[in-house]
Nanobody, 123 residues
Framework: QVQLAESGGGLVQPGGSLRLSCAAS????????MGWYRQAPGKERELVAV???????NYADSVKGRFTISRDNAKNTVYLQMNSLKPEDTAVYYC?????????????????WGQGTQVTVSS
């Protein structure tokens, strides 16, 4: 099995910064894309940022220039540096990973999700 463990959420004032981390562990052969989504109350889950490889990242328009996604492949960990936070960034943030698993029956790719971490931007 594969587990994703998130950390770094919390309460921050508008204009402040937070850094989220998400570490994948378990029966991992390799990992393709890793990313962050968020879900605000009453809204659908939306993509925040995704990291496929160096130079191959995507961001939601609402976070471009403020958020930066990075990845440490040796640690199977993805980070989200969030600067200039706004109240509308308040949400539960989820990481995901497209994990390649090598089994006796073959090689499979599955998407796994973390449990979510709350980010609240408020004065």
């Amino acid at each position: 099995q594969v587990q994703l463990a998130e950390s770094g959420g919390g309460l921050v004032q508008p204009g402040g910064s937070l850094r989220l981390s998400c570490a994948a562990s378990g029966s991992i052969f390799s990992i393709n894309a890793m990313g962050w989504y968020r879900q605000a109350p009453g809204k659908e889950r939306e993509l925040v940022a995704v990291f496929r490889s160096v130079g191959n990242t995507n961001y939601a328009d609402s976070v471009k220039g403020r958020f930066t996604i990075s990845r440490d492949n040796a640690k199977n960990t993805v980070y989200l540096q969030m600067n200039s936070l706004k109240p509308e960034d308040t949400a539960v943030y989820y990481c995901n990973a497209d994990v390649i698993i090598k089994a006796t029956t073959g090689v499979f790719e599955n998407r796994y999700w973390g449990q979510g971490t709350q980010v609240t931007v408020s004065s």
